[in-house]
């Protein structure tokens, strides 16, 4: 930690990351704060013995509960205070931060929006809910916090520029025995990053593909995505090209976390797409920070590629964070029965070059 007191620490962020998912109020900049995900109706009552704690959630899904417009929920991180009339129970909260409950309680409100008294802070708690996998709701302004933050410290947490390399190893893989893996932490994050490096440098820039995790696809062999059979195939192109390099990258569901994307599965099967089940969930269409992938580019070595997406926004994010991408190469696989929709929401709402 700095000698100075005011100086940012990742590790208060990890602190907090950690009492939110049990259940125990944090504080960022001195306003309280109480995830509805991991609350109950005890915990609220020790947090806001009152009853009277307004409700804070994202805009995105405030606009689905027509308390702002889609201007306004176009900002991921913008906030919304509810405030708290007496019919608002608990489970009131959680069908109000909870879209997997809006069929069976189709008839919400009437709701009433508060003024923020700090926008910053309420966009930081936002931001920090995803950050820990959690619904971004919380109760606000209570007793009792566990853990204190500043909206600095949340920066801190979220550098790129903290990962290291931990280790390497070889490790010949299906379709690429000519393989290193080398694995990334980051003294404040739980997770690692690692790299499959393949071939051997030639001088020519790497063909390199991001591919953030997913567990259903990758392990589980799902079909409602491509990410297992694009995950293959990337390793097989880049072995064919002769040298690159497979960054896999710990962004489940797009940065939102597993289960989040599990609720998101569960929107989709009620007709929402990709693209609208996240943004009713409270978050952005695509919060992955491309940054984490040049850090680990320039660790490496590396500060051009050929880059294999079908993403435009992959380009974009690693040229901001310095890392040229000199070729985009196309990597697309044939839709199945269960992923059509899918790959045509990626096409049609969000730019893939499919």
Not at 12 to 28: Q, T, Y
């Amino acid at each position: 930690m700095s000698a100075d007191p005011k100086a940012p620490d990742a590790r208060a962020a990890a602190r907090a990351i950690d009492a939110l998912r049990r259940g125990w109020p944090i504080a960022i900049d001195g306003v309280a704060l109480l995830a509805v995900e991991t609350a109950d109706p005890m915990r609220l009552a020790g947090f806001d013995p009152e009853g009277q704690a307004p409700v804070l959630i994202s805009a995105g899904r405030a606009a689905t509960l027509k308390l702002t417009n889609q201007m306004e929920a176009a900002d991921p991180d913008a906030a919304v205070l509810v405030e708290r009339a007496p019919w608002i129970d608990f489970p009131a909260v959680t069908a109000l931060a909870d879209p997997q409950f809006d069929l069976a309680t189709p008839l919400k409100g009437p709701y009433r929006a508060l003024p923020l008294p700090d926008p910053a802070v309420a966009a930081a708690a936002i931001r920090f809910a995803r950050i820990a996998g959690l619904l971004p709701a919380f109760f606000v302004g209570g007793t009792g916090v566990e853990a204190s933050l500043t909206v600095a410290d949340i920066v801190a947490h979220e550098n790129a520029e903290a990962l290291a390399i931990a280790t390497r190893a070889r490790l010949p893989v299906a379709g690429a025995e000519d393989a290193e893996i080398v694995a990334f932490r980051s003294p404040h994050a739980a997770g690692e990053h690692v790299a499959l490096l393949i071939g051997q440098p030639n001088g020519q820039p790497p063909l390199v593909r991001l591919h953030s995790e997913c567990l259903t696809g990758d392990v589980l062999g799902s079909l409602k995505c491509d990410c297992g059979p694009q995950l293959h195939a990337a390793i097989h192109a880049i072995a064919d090209s002769g040298w690159g390099i497979l960054l896999y990258l710990r962004q489940e569901g797009r940065g939102i976390g597993l289960v989040n994307k599990l609720r998101a599965y569960q929107l989709q099967d009620q007709g929402f797409d990709t693209v609208d089940a996240n943004t009713r969930l409270g978050f952005a269409i695509d919060a992955r920070d491309f940054g984490v992938a040049a850090r680990m580019l320039t660790l490496l070595g590396q500060d051009m590629v050929r880059l294999l997406t079908n993403n435009p926004a992959k380009v974009a994010g690693l040229d901001a964070a310095g890392v040229r991408v000199v070729e985009r190469v196309a990597h697309s696989l044939p839709p199945n029965p269960h992923n059509e929709r899918y790959l045509a929401t990626k096409r049609d709402r969000t730019g893939h070059q499919l």
